[in-house]
Nanobody
Framework: QVQLVESGGGLVQPGGSLRLSCAASGFTFSSVSMGWYRQAPGLERELVARITSTGSGTNYADSVKGRFTISRDNAKKTVYLQMSSLKPEDTAVYYC????????WGQGTQVTVSS
């Protein structure tokens, strides 16, 4: 069955960096766009970055543009989110999913930005 497993979160100081990973299984990973989402306490889940199936195209929410970079390795069936210049407002649980063919959510990975 389809499975998405996120990892790489943690506690980081403002201005720091983290790299998130999402390992996918149960579907033809190389054929679908992937996205990273986040959900902060009390807020709706939002899409922060998206990448096409081949990795040739990306787009970002305005709030993370210039600080976050999404990438993928189709051979490893993994999508990444490199986060830099982190701010306290980036604190959230981060998830991956398929923006145009959503499936069940994984457990997510907690990112906490705090001094």
């Amino acid at each position: 069955q389809v499975q998405l497993v996120e990892s790489g979160g943690g506690l980081v100081q403002p201005g720091g960096s983290l790299r998130l990973s999402c390992a996918a299984s149960g579907f033809t990973f190389s054929s679908v766009s992937m996205g990273w989402y986040r959900q902060a306490p009390g807020l709706e889940r939002e899409l922060v970055a998206r990448i096409t199936s081949t990795g040739s195209g990306t787009n970002y929410a305005d709030s993370v543009k210039g600080r976050f970079t999404i990438s993928r390795d189709n051979a490893k069936k993994t999508v990444y989110l490199q986060m830099s210049s982190l701010k306290p407002e980036d604190t959230a649980v981060y998830y991956c999913n398929r923006p145009y063919l959503p499936t069940s959510w994984g457990q997510g990975t907690q990112v906490t930005v705090s001094s």
